[in-house]
């Protein structure tokens, strides 16, 4: 599936979700279900800190693609990481440079990347598009 | 104690959230305020604006009163002896720095000692921190124990500590993270004994607690318009006038000067406008000045009692959830008395602070979480996030039953 395809996908799966209460139970399932990164990845230069919650960000280069893991303490915020992990991770550079980076505003979920609620999220994603841009930089 | 009576006082509480009424819990960070605070702002700002100290016109005669009429108010509030003792800032970290500055400039040399406790808010660290990189001084750190409490032998430990005794003690009257009432008197006669001045953060204890610096002996009290039911914007340095009259000005500009000349260079105001650079926020001191007066109306006794019940209720019900743990728990440490005030401070095995405050927020719940502008007490404690429900005067009984079944939803949400 390319990006947009997914996107797509997440929003429509999002449409049936109206409630507030069924939105966040879906996310904080997103959250329990994503692999945990393993602690010894948990370093420093994956850290993303915020106030409100800290969020890590491994990513790595396999075969022209960019793969990218990611771990939050707090649920929420790792339910919509689990998201932007689907969507972004095993993309070539070029494609997620090329992507739309807000879908998750699509999703009614714009609060979360608000600067205010200092949850990493927003860092987050600025660091994918950051390492698809060098990772394309460097290919060039 | 009739809170209806007193939540009909405060519009903001009539406030509906995603259609849900608002269940304010956040008052350690901010209060709403009362009509009284509101109609002033209002009235000002629509018929009485006229810069303060500047003019001659009816406008400015009035503003100006209101000023002066504020700073006698929030004097006798805080029993101060005179009002050159009321300096006006935009709040605590305001008075801080006003503090950290001009105390430092005229007092404290390279090599010299200023104290904190490990249960500061950032403001009043920040402050200190710079101070003793712009003069050469040493910060040195008063640690709390495991309780909250501050032992006082490690406080006379530091005191009795090779090197010059330090200038300055700094700490606050309650940490807006643990709650817990700081026994200030004891701690300044020890401080007084040993020739050492003592600042106090009163951001979360003016709020709580009836404040007299004469009788405390303290020599400087900082606290915010916010958080006392009053404007934002707004706030109070008190210092001994001894101290103030020495001090050098912390900011240049208008209303501060006696003389300015480009020959002979300036000659600085009489006490409090040496602190007061630029156009005062008088709308907002006006409106400070009611807010004082408000609290001055309420029976402070039933008030107290009051929330002592909802503390004591408060902590009984957190105790049934398992794996909470509640920061500043009341008691009698080191020979003292530590009351808690209705600020709670919790860490919920399973459960991250901002997932809960998030699920809360959805039910109309207004709490705060993360780090609460104190990362090194969280450090302390070992951790990176806490989750914090403070009460003010107006929230009822009916209000903390509300936020314990929220909470336990969320918490089945989550864990």
């Given at each position: ?100 980076m807000t879908f998750i505003e699509k999703i009614g979920l714009k609060e979360h990347l608000s600067p205010t609620r200092a949850n990493g999220l927003l860092s987050m994603i600025r660091q994918i598009r950051m390492y698809a841009v060098v990772a394309n930089t460097q290919k060039a | 104690m009739n809170t209806s009576h007193i939540r009909d006082q405060f519009p ?404």
């Amino acid at each position: 599936m390319t990006i947009k395809e997914k996107q797509e996908k997440v929003i429509e799966e999002f449409s049936f979700l109206e409630d507030w209460m069924d939105k966040y139970e879906h996310l904080i399932e997103l959250g329990k279900t994503l692999q945990s990164l393993p602690e010894n990845a948990k370093t420093e230069d994956n850290l993303i800190q915020g106030c409100q919650s800290r969020v890590w960000l491994d990513a790595r280069l396999e075969g022209g693609k960019l793969i990218f893991s990611a771990d939050s303490d707090a649920l929420i915020t790792k339910g919509i990481i689990s998201l932007l992990v689907y969507v972004y991770s095993g993309h070539t550079p070029q494609e997620i440079v090329e992507a739309d980076m807000t879908f998750i505003e699509k999703i009614g979920l714009k609060e979360h990347l608000s600067p205010t609620r200092a949850n990493g999220l927003l860092s987050m994603i600025r660091q994918i598009r950051m390492y698809a841009v060098v990772a394309n930089t460097q290919k060039a | 104690m009739n809170t209806s009576h007193i939540r009909d006082q405060f519009p903001a509480l009539k406030t509906k959230v995603y259609g849900k009424p608002l269940v304010y819990l956040d008052n350690g960070a901010t209060a709403q305020k009362p009509i009284k605070v509101l109609d002033v702002l209002t009235e000002m700002n629509r018929s009485l604006n006229g810069n303060v100290h500047r003019a001659v016109h009816y406008l400015s005669i009035q503003s100006t009163e209101r000023y002066h009429r504020a700073r006698e108010s929030i004097r006798n509030f805080i029993n101060a002896s005179s009002e050159n003792e009321i300096v006006f800032t935009a709040g605590t970290t305001g008075s801080l720095n006003l503090l950290a500055y001009s105390f430092g400039q005229t007092y404290i040399k390279p090599g010299d000692r200023v104290v904190i406790t490990e249960t500061e808010h950032h403001s009043n660290i920040v402050p200190w921190q710079m101070m003793c990189k712009r003069t050469g001084a040493l910060l040195e750190v008063w640690e709390v124990d495991e309780s909250g409490a501050l032992d006082p032998k490690k406080l006379e430990k530091i005191f009795d500590s090779s090197g010059p005794v330090p200038k300055l003690l700094s700490l606050p009257h309650i940490s807006n993270v643990l709650g817990l009432i700081n026994p200030l008197e004891e701690i300044i006669t020890i401080a007084h004994y040993y020739g050492v001045p003592v600042a106090v953060d009163g951001a979360q204890g003016i709020v709580h607690k009836k404040v007299d610096v004469q009788a405390l002996d303290v020599d400087f009290y900082a606290f915010s318009g916010h958080k006392l039911y009053g404007p934002t914007g707004t706030g109070v340095l008190y210092g001994k006038e001894k101290f103030l009259e020495e001090m050098v000005p912390w900011q240049g500009g208008g209303d501060m000067i006696e003389s300015v000349s480009l020959k002979k260079g300036t000659t600085y105001a009489q006490l409090p406008l040496k602190f007061e650079a630029g156009t005062a926020n008088y709308i907002g001191v006006a409106g400070l000045g009611a807010a004082v007066e408000f609290m001055q109306e309420l029976n402070t006794e039933a008030l107290e009692a009051y929330e002592a019940e909802i503390t004591k209720k408060a902590l009984q019900e957190l105790s049934t959830i398992e794996g909470c743990i509640v920061y500043g728990q009341p008691g009698t440490y080191y020979g003292q008395n530590y009351e808690k005030t209705p600020l709670f401070s919790m860490a919920i095995d399973g459960a991250h602070p901002s997932d809960i405050a998030q699920l809360l927020d959805r039910m109309g719940i207004a709490v705060r979480s993360g780090m609460l502008c104190a990362e090194p007490l969280l450090e302390r404690y070992g951790q990176t996030a806490l989750l914090r429900a403070s009460f003010a005067l107006y929230n009822t009984v009916e209000e903390l039953e509300f936020f314990m079944e929220a909470l336990k939803k969320a918490l089945c949400m989550l864990r």
